[in-house]
């Protein structure tokens, strides 16, 4: 198209078909938004130019020019958060978390779907209330659970259907069935490609390649080996006619279709089809696809009874897929290299410091945030109460149990003390100190108060229902109580020694119970030595 006559609202609609539309063409998309940033930049039309630059960015991320796209994206997410369109910091957002992706940052990528998708009114674009509700959806089944992600799977379906917009329902369908199929849910993937079939035969949609390969490789893993090999002999069929949008698409498609033949018990079928996506992956360089030749050529060995081979082509899968993780770990490192090269390094250096002040565990606050934080609430709240509770016998669980198991106690037991401390004290806070030992900060809260709300968490934690975790073994607490303004002046120091002796009486005196007020002793446990 020669765009070169075109005024700046003619430009701009030319940007939006290729801003909305399902790209095939990345090539040649990016020469044409290319064009129309040169053309927008003597126009003066700063929200144009901006959308031109973007758009041609994260074409580039697909295009394989990582770092390039990656910076450019995020230069433009620091313009546009100030300049305050919505519309286009919702468009930054979603390209942020396609560079999110690909730099291996799951939570990041999360923050900036959800991000996008909260930007959305009716009164945006159909491609961005469906498309963008999607991402959301996919970036949910890989960072959270796939039930977090069902609900936006099935809201960008129902929105496709509500707009009449055929085109995108079949990727919807597709990418949710997809990723029912990563997370082991093979019954309900195939439930959703089954729909895919079913819109495709309503409305006389012929798949494409892309999809039937998805929806052949459900079908081996729910044993429909018969259903799986014809959907592939159509697959192929349609790749090889010109129909798929990657030449190389072809050897991931006779590797599916060799998986399907095995299942069926036709194992030189079998091998020739993985023949040919062996070569297709040595001809073309295709390392991720290899690494899978080799492991199904491990299987098809095996099938046969050729053990030692088989185990020579699983070494070589295992070798194939370290080296896959470590060009892995490089791209990753370059986008994020790109990623601080840019004043998005600021947010991501507080991010880094926010995720330091928490247990990687239990998501709770850690002792550098305790450290940091409650002095200065010490100090400016005479009434604070502050408990260290520790949990009983706790070594008893690791031991007999698992230390997996002890994990998963400390884990509820955190989510307890959370959950109990919030409905009598919203304004503190629960840190993990270490080990199985919690600090929990009652601000505004006098001590006789705060006995009796910690021996209510306290009940709480004694009375849960344990038995699937740790069987007959009990899980309690034990806890010691002191105020702030027990000692003068009020000190971290002095008010956690407070409370640790306390906590020491409630374990000589029995464990499972709440302490406070003992005696102060000639010798106490240093905090910062435990």
Known sequence: MDYSAMGAEELSRALLAIEDQIVTDVEGNLAAAVEIER???????????????????????????????????????????????????????HACANASLLAGDADKRLEQALSAVELLDETDTPYMRVSYRLRLAEALSRSSTIDAARLRFRQAEELARELGYWEMLPVALNNWAYAEFLAGEFARSEQVANRLLEHAAAHGVDLGPAYLDTIGAIQIENGLYAEAERTMRLCIQRCAAGESDNADDMAEYQLTLARALRGLGELEPAQAAL???????????LHTVMARVHQEQAELYAARG?????????????????????????????TRQAIF?????????????????????????????????????????????????????????????????????????????????????????????????FLLVLPATRLAAAVGHLDAIRRTIGGHRWHDVTGELPVTISIGVAAAGETS????????????????????????????????ERRTRAYRDR
Request: proline share 4%.
């Open 39 to 93: 053309l927008a930049e003597p126009l003066g039309d700063e929200l144009l130019l901006a959308r031109a630059r973007l758009c041609a960015a994260s074409l580039r991320l697909r295009s394989g020019d990582i770092a390039t796209a990656t910076r450019q994206i995020y230069a433009l997410l620091e313009w546009a958060t100030p300049y305050g369109d919505r519309l286009l910091l919702a468009r930054v957002y």
């Open 275 to 285: 023949d040919v996506s062996r070569s297709l992956c040595a001809e073309r360089e």
């Open 306 to 334: 050729e053990y030692a081979a088989a185990y020579a082509e699983q070494k070589a899968a295992f070798t194939a897929n370290e080296n896959l993780r470590v060009k892995e770990r490089q791209s990753q490192a370059q």
């Open 341 to 437: 090269e840019t004043a998005e390094a600021r947010q991501e250096a507080e991010r880094f410091r926010e995720q330091a002040r928490h247990d990687p565990l239990t998501g709770l606050r850690n002792r550098r945030y305790v450290d940091e934080e409650l002095p200065a609430l010490i100090a400016g709240d005479p009434d604070l109460a502050l408990a260290i509770a520790d949990l009983d016998h706790f070594k008893r669980i690791n031991d007999t149990l698992s230390h997996d198991t002890g994990d998963q106690v400390l884990i509820q037991v955190a989510d307890l003390l959370k959950t109990g401390l919030a409905e009598v004290a919203p304004e503190g806070f629960v840190a993990r100190l270490g080990g199985e030992e």
């Open 489 to 520: 002046p009020p000190s971290l120091s002095a008010t956690l020694a407070t409370a640790d002796r306390n906590l020491y009486a409630a374990k000589h005196a029995g464990r499972d119970r709440v302490v406070s007020g003992t005696p102060r």
